[in-house]
């Protein structure tokens, strides 16, 4: 199997890429996140998924190994193909489609185009136990306050914090005391702002 390509940005597109290798170029299909990751350099390197199928071979290209681990995962769920997984990664960043699945945040996954409520409850159901094993994951700590964490980040965002520097501010602040209210979050948080 292919898991990495290093080779000259041939050609740049929102779904994929053409990078030349040894003088022959391969069409790496990418998501989003990959794409807003590559800089117009001239020299990258993909980590890679290459999909077999009876009537093709797909390279799948992903920025980061986090990233392509949790492609992985996705396509290993029934009624999850390919596709949509790398629409699932288009539409979040991997962090918070691993979050999500971490803390029953069926919403979320819900919220991306072409996942309905059953399909995203199989996502969770499938993949929540690998996730929380493999990230290492406290599941109590991702399950409890979920929601006034979320509507504390996006209160925060709207005062203007970026959402990583909340992110990293909220989630101390839940994990030394996970059952305050969201006013209390919000507080605490802008104390450390």
Do not use: W
Not at 42 to 50: A, M, R, V
Not at 147 to 168: D, H, I, M, P, W
């Amino acid at each position: 199997m292919i898991t990495q390509i290093s080779g000259r940005l041939i050609e740049k597109n929102p779904t994929d890429v053409v990078v030349e290798c040894n003088g022959v170029g391969y069409e790496v299909h990418i998501s989003l996140y990959t794409y807003s990751k590559i800089i117009s350099d001239e020299n990258i390197k993909l980590y890679t998924h290459l999909l077999i199928r009876e009537d093709s071979h797909t390279l799948f290209g992903f920025f980061d190994k986090g990233e392509r681990e949790i492609f992985r995962l996705l396509i290993s769920v029934s009624g999850i193909g390919a596709s949509t997984a790398r629409t699932m990664l288009s539409s979040l960043e991997p962090l918070q489609v691993r979050d999500a699945i971490a803390s029953n945040d069926v919403a979320t996954i819900q919220s991306i185009k072409g996942i309905g409520a059953k399909t995203a409850q199989r996502v969770i159901i499938d993949l929540k136990d690998k996730i929380v094993k493999i990230y290492n994951i406290d599941e109590i700590l991702t399950s409890v306050n979920n929601t006034y964490k979320g509507e504390a980040l996006s209160a925060l965002e709207v005062l203007g914090f970026s959402r990583k520097q909340a992110e990293k501010v909220v989630d101390k602040i839940v994990k030394t005391d996970p059952n305050l209210s969201v006013e209390d979050i919000i507080k605490n948080a802008l104390k450390n702002l």
